[in-house]
């Protein structure tokens, strides 16, 4: 459910650059967990039971952050301070909104956004595919709820 206390400690000399804690029911990350391990560069948090990131993450090195199949229901603007992440894995959570404007999501290192199978709302499907971003986004076709049509 969360990284043990005792990783820190039994880990304090290890230069860790690949960390792997998918496949938990890990809610939290804890703000230490960048402090203590500041030279990962990859990390998979999928499968798990997220729905924030610590702002501490930002001072990692990451290049590639895979937060899939969590509870995210907005991506974390923490990712976009992230100074050296290419790939970003965000699919599979219920993202239903993304800032889309050119401000909120700039990013000099990003090359690809994953969002596919997200519920996001018809308006930001809209505008995220017609953002002039440097970055790819992928996108799960949208396809139109039955609630969305008021003709029936």
């Known amino acids: 459910m969360q990284v043990p206390d005792a990783v820190y400690h039994l880990m304090r000399n290890t230069e860790l650059k690949t960390c792997d804690l998918s496949c938990n029911v890990i809610k939290k990350i804890p703000p230490k967990l960048a402090v203590k391990f500041s030279l990962i560069t990859d990390l998979n948090l999928s499968h798990n039971q997220m729905s924030k990131l610590p702002d501490e993450l930002a001072d990692l090195a990451l290049e590639r952050l895979d937060i899939s199949h969590n509870s995210f229901t907005t991506l974390p603007q923490v990712v976009f301070k992230m100074p050296k992440l290419r790939q970003?894995?965000?699919?599979?959570?219920?993202?239903?909104?993304?800032?889309?404007?050119?401000?909120?999501?700039?990013?000099?290192?990003?090359?690809?956004?994953?969002l596919r199978n997200n519920p996001l709302t018809p308006q930001?499907?809209?505008?995220?595919?017609?953002?002039?971003?440097?970055?790819?986004?992928?996108?799960?076709?949208?396809?139109?709820?039955?609630?969305?049509?008021?003709?029936?």
């Open 88 to 114: 970003l894995y965000a699919n599979n959570n219920s993202i239903i909104e993304v800032e889309s404007d050119e401000k909120s999501i700039k990013s000099e290192s990003l090359e690809l956004v994953d």
């Open 124 to 152: 930001c499907y809209d505008r995220l595919r017609a953002a002039k971003l440097h970055f790819h986004i992928d996108l799960s076709e949208r396809v139109q709820e039955d609630w969305e049509d008021l003709t029936i």
